[in-house]
């Protein structure tokens, strides 16, 4: 399932790099309509709806350059974001992005990779300590790989430079460009999954699980770190008879795997439940303020998560599971 856009923009100083052409000679070849910008992005069609700037944005893929001066910090995940990518032309309802790209989600990649890394190589001289980078903070890489390569230079950078390690996380498979490469065991991979209860109901645009966890034992195959992300675990009906059954998919996939596991609950912010309300009105997802607590968030914005003892009990039932299930895997952590 790769990502083909239905339109571009095409920063013209994007275009003094390689992979700028590059990327645009590619989007030319698919017959893709291109509009150069200059700084500022073109704006679109005021009278559409919510709902069709939403997936009109979604469609359009972005070429532009990175000109931040500092990178976030990305916990509990890595030390670091590594801002190869920002978008995701998955369409998964309960995506954390609505709060963040709420506004303009295109899916956007950045041409000087060579100004990214050595940014990167800062923060690790600084640190003078293993020093963990994120490349899936606010994006899904894996969706355009094949267009940016971004990813192989990021994992060739990690083996380049001592003291560092390459995280990502995906729900796409197409996982083939990271295939042959001397990653050196320094890049995990992770995969998105859920239970098939939430991805029916709220995952459009990406391969189903079954997809996920072959392209997991693909990498598994080839070396890489391995991780499983369950997110967001929801609270239904029989959600632990489907939370089981999907620890054992993973469990009979890759049965001796070292895995490592993150699970996070569901959560949002209102910013978010406005976005979902706009563009998936007839959403199933369970948005009730009354039924959550309050948290904040490590970038100042409050969330509204499950109360204290239905977490106690998640969070109790995974680490029985997944302990049971895959005694060699290791739970980073529970949110």
Not at 198 to 207: D, I, N, S, T, Y
Not at 228 to 238: C, K, S
């Amino acid at each position: 399932m790769v990502f083909v856009p239905q339109l571009a923009f095409v920063e013209r100083k994007a275009l003094e790099y390689e992979l700028g052409q590059h990327l645009l000679n590619k989007i030319r070849q698919h017959n893709i309509p291109i509009e150069i910008y200059e700084r500022r992005l073109p704006s679109v069609d005021p009278n559409l709806t919510a709902r069709e700037r939403f997936f009109h944005f979604k469609r359009t893929l972005v070429v532009g350059i990175w000109r931040r001066r500092e990178f976030q910090t990305c916990k509990p995940s890595a030390h670091y974001q590594l801002p190869l990518v920002s978008g995701c032309p998955g369409l998964c309802q309960y995506c954390y992005l609505h709060t963040n790209l709420a506004n303009r989600p295109y899916v956007k990649v950045y041409v000087n990779t060579d100004d990214i890394f050595d940014r990167a190589q800062k923060y690790i001289t600084a640190r003078k300590e293993e020093t963990v980078f994120e490349a899936s903070a606010t994006s899904d890489p894996i969706a355009v790989e094949k267009w940016t390569g971004s990813l192989r230079r990021a994992i060739k950078f990690t083996t380049e430079v001592p003291n560092t390690r390459l995280r990502f996380v995906t729900k796409f498979a197409d996982v083939d460009t990271l295939l042959g490469l001397d990653h050196q065991g320094k890049t995990e991979v992770r995969f998105s999954i859920n239970a098939h209860w939430a991805m029916q109901r709220f995952e459009q645009g990406v391969p189903p699980v079954r997809k996920r966890l072959e392209a997991a034992a693909c990498i598994q195959k080839e070396g890489y770190r391995v991780g499983i992300l369950i997110a967001p675990i929801f609270m239904f009906p029989d959600w632990q008879r489907e939370y089981d059954s999907l620890i054992q998919d993973v469990a009979k996939t890759m049965p001796t795997a070292p895995l490592t596991f993150e699970l996070i609950t569901h959560r949002f912010t209102m910013r978010a439940k406005a976005v979902i309300n706009d563009v998936f009105p007839e959403s199933e997802l369970p948005l009730a303020e009354d039924e959550r607590q309050l948290k904040y968030g490590q970038f100042g914005y409050t969330k509204l998560v499950y109360r204290r003892e239905q977490m106690k009990e998640l969070e109790s039932f995974f680490q029985d599971r997944i302990k049971t299930l895959l005694p060699k895997a290791e739970i980073l952590y529970f949110v």
